[in-house]
């Protein structure tokens, strides 16, 4: 399900810790200079495209997500490097190499992950 940037600092605090209330949610958002029902409008957005859910709590809804962090990871660095790399990871990894972005610890990283991967009979 596509998730805007906006929405997803919303999801990022529910993600954080939930259920939280759209009180809870405001508050945790305070160091944004979104307003309240600005904040609101993202939680209703995000339960109308079923990335959280809200279940009724005595006079007020608390909010969780439905859409899991890592799904949502998932799909966002497979489009990423879907549409600028080809589907490729190596050109990703070189793009950063070129652009002198790889600290010495990404590289070495990377190197026991390719290890790693190369130990995988698959």
Do not use: C
């Amino acid at each position: 399900m596509p998730i805007s940037d906006a929405e997803a600092v919303v999801m990022e605090v529910l993600w954080e810790r939930h259920p939280r209330s759209a009180e809870e949610v405001v508050a945790a958002l305070a160091h944004t200079d979104w307003a309240e029902p600005t904040i609101k409008t993202l939680l209703n957005r995000l339960l109308n495209k079923g990335a959280v859910e809200a279940a009724k709590e005595g006079r007020r809804y608390a909010y969780s997500p439905v859409l899991a962090r890592e799904d949502w990871i998932a799909q966002q660095s497979t489009g990423l490097v879907r549409r600028l790399f080809g589907g490729r990871v190596a050109p990703l990894v070189a793009h950063f190499s070129e652009q002198g972005a790889l600290s010495k610890a990404d590289i070495a990283e990377l190197r026991k992950l390719l290890e790693e991967i190369g130990d995988d009979p698959a």
